[in-house]
Nanobody, 114 residues
Framework: VQLQASGGGLVQSGGSLRLSCAAS????????VGWYRQAPGNQRELVAG???????NYADSVKGRFTISRGNAKNTLYLQMNSLKPEDTAVYYC?????????WGQGTLVTVSS
C-alpha cells in the first residue's frame, strides 16, 4: 500500500492550491480517507475527512474554504484549498483507513505567505 501526496507549494494569502493523493497497491475500498496537517511545534490535526458512505467532515478552521473529494478513478484523493491563510502553512498528509489499519502518505508542504 502506497500513498503519494503532491501539489504543495508556496502561495500568497488568498490563493488556492489543490493537493492530490494517489493510492496504489490496493483497491480504493476504505473505511475512511482524509487529509491531516502538521505545523511546526503542533500536533497533527485532521483537516478534512470522507467516510465510505460519502459523508464529509472538516476542521472548523477550514470549513467553507477547503473541499475533500475523490477522483473518478476512485484511487485518487483531492483537497481543494481556497482562500488560503498563513495559518494554513503546514505539511499536509493524506490518510486512508482500511480494515482498521491506518496508512499515511509522505506529506507535502504548503506554505502560505502573508
Amino acid at each position: 500500500v502506497q500513498l503519494q501526496a503532491s501539489g504543495g507549494g508556496l502561495v500568497q494569502s488568498g490563493g488556492s492550491l489543490r493537493l492530490s493523493c494517489a493510492a496504489s497497491g490496493f483497491r480504493f475500498s476504505f473505511d475512511a480517507v482524509g487529509w491531516y496537517r502538521q505545523a511546526p511545534g503542533n500536533q497533527r490535526e485532521l483537516v478534512a475527512g470522507l467516510d465510505s458512505g460519502g459523508s464529509t467532515n472538516y476542521a472548523d478552521s477550514v470549513k467553507g474554504r477547503f473541499t475533500i473529494s475523490r477522483g473518478n478513478a476512485k484511487n485518487t484523493l483531492y483537497l481543494q484549498m481556497n482562500s488560503l491563510k498563513p495559518e494554513d502553512t503546514a505539511v499536509y498528509y493524506c490518510n486512508v483507513i482500511v480494515g482498521g489499519v491506518w496508512f499515511w502518505g509522505q506529506g507535502t508542504l504548503v506554505t502560505v505567505s502573508s
